[in-house]
């Protein structure tokens, strides 16, 4: 046990054993924020009477302040500390979600958009900061296995963001169904739609609180200053030395599409599973309830499959296991196509187990060498954060058009997507494999 703990965070003879449990603990609130907010696609969209599409647009907020503001977290973290850039984060973060308060206030679904965007400019300082700062704290050889050991503990954040979102939210809000609420009054919509707001923002402004409470603990906590050592900022020369390297540009793009797949299969199981409930004589609010259900089984078996592949990693490399659970997604996601049924569920719930490696890996390879410079390189991957922005609105794009090729559904049509983006990924893995072999 030792041994183990040594090699993970131990280095010249230094344990970062309690910097390590403070920033893993970070992994999970970005994970709760997250996994609260993909089923609030839905909840918005019949809040406020809108398409999918529409409703879509807090993933194009949410993840568009992940892309915004990845390049000027790294260059504040370089001139100042990971740990100032953490603190910075985490008081960006508990300011979006406090936010939720006056944006109900306002009743206008741009200002939840904004607050969306302010608490995502948060995340993107936190995980441009943590993510490196765990690959510092240890040998760089277990770099990549510490960096899913704290990843470990983003699904365990995102479990209680679901479930928050399942019985605080979703099954409190009013029952209506979206075809009802279209035929109200305007009057009645109004008071129907603030009592529904009501309900929505309350976890937002307790997590807030939580924020501002570890924000204050990390303050006064003493961190390691690893990698903290060169100040300089030399954005340009920087960025094209980064970019020149294949393995750290080619897991930019596989980073892209993997997110782009996550987000698309998280958000979009609420659609999927609605359709299939409600096809079993569910009524839609039980029917979305149960979707979540599923959501939460899906994030439970995430985590277990990222503790085994964490521990497969001793015996595999990474890049090679990377691409293995690339193609089980594949087929994962063929049979979530095919099937109309609860086959499809079971196998969307599977997809998840065969994410759980995917964003550590292809985070720790393409950092791999990077030394000082892991602080831009950790901004890119970052910014690639962009495809849970861009895929799931072209994914809602698609499930809005309800049926394709005849009587196709739609929404089962619309994991075409995610199934192109794992194809990128398991491409990325092998590629990468082929090479570093080669070299041996």
């Not at 997590?207 to 961190?223: N, Q, Y």
Request: proline share 3%; charged share 15%; hydrophobic share 50%.
């Amino acid at each position: 046990m030792h041994k183990q703990q040594s090699s993970l965070i131990t280095k010249d003879g230094v344990s970062y054993l309690i910097p390590f449990m403070l920033v893993t603990f970070c992994f999970a609130l970005w994970g709760f924020a997250n996994d609260i907010t993909n089923p609030m696609v839905k909840a918005f969209s019949k809040i406020f009477r809108m398409s999918v599409a529409d409703g879509a647009l807090v993933q194009v907020a949410f993840y568009g302040g992940y892309f915004c503001m990845a390049f000027p977290a790294a260059i504040f973290i370089r001139k100042y500390s990971y740990k100032a850039g953490v603190l910075m984060g985490l008081g960006l973060y508990a300011a979006g979600a406090l936010l939720f308060f006056p944006a109900k206030s306002i009743g206008i679904f741009g200002c939840f958009l904004v607050a969306y965007f302010i608490m995502t400019c948060g995340l993107s300082f936190l995980e441009t900061s943590c993510n490196p700062y765990i690959l510092t704290m240890g040998p760089e050889d277990t770099a990549t296995r510490r960096l899913n050991m704290a990843q470990c503990f983003n699904p365990c954040g995102s479990i209680i963001g679901m479930f928050v979102a399942m019985n605080f939210i979703q099954a409190k809000l009013n029952p209506m169904s979206s075809d009802e609420r279209a035929l109200l009054s305007d009057t009645e919509f109004e008071a129907l739609k603030d009592a529904d707001l009501s309900v929505l923002i309350s976890p937002y402004l307790i997590i807030g609180l939580v924020i501002v409470a570890m924000l204050l603990i990390i303050r006064f906590v003493k961190m390691p200053k690893i990698g903290d050592t060169n100040h300089d900022i030399h954005f340009l020369v920087t960025i094209r030395r980064i970019f020149s390297l294949k393995y750290y540009r080619e897991g930019v793009i596989a980073q892209f599409f993997y997110v782009g797949a996550q987000i698309m299969c998280w958000t979009f199981i609420i659609q999927y599973g609605t359709r299939v409930f409600m096809a079993e004589g569910m009524d839609e609010q039980s029917a979305e309830v149960l979707s979540q259900q599923f959501n939460i089984y899906a994030m439970i078996f995430f985590i277990c499959s990222r503790f085994i592949a964490t521990f497969m990693m001793k015996y595999v490399k990474p890049a090679m296991l990377l691409a293995i659970f690339g193609i089980l997604a594949m087929v994962s996601t063929a049979g979530v196509i095919a099937f109309q049924s609860r086959m499809g569920v079971y196998c969307l719930v599977c997809v998840s187990g065969c994410m759980s490696l995917m964003f550590p890996t292809i985070y720790g390879i393409a950092l791999e060498g990077l030394g000082d410079d892991a602080k831009f390189g950790a901004a890119g991957l970052i910014m690639a954060i962009l495809g849970g922005s861009v895929l799931p609105w072209l994914q809602a794009m698609v499930i809005d058009l309800e049926t394709v090729f005849g009587d196709f559904p739609a929404t089962n049509a619309s994991f075409v997507l995610p199934f192109i983006c794992f194809v990128i990924v398991t491409l990325y893995g092998f590629r990468i494999h082929i090479a570093r072999e080669k070299v041996r």
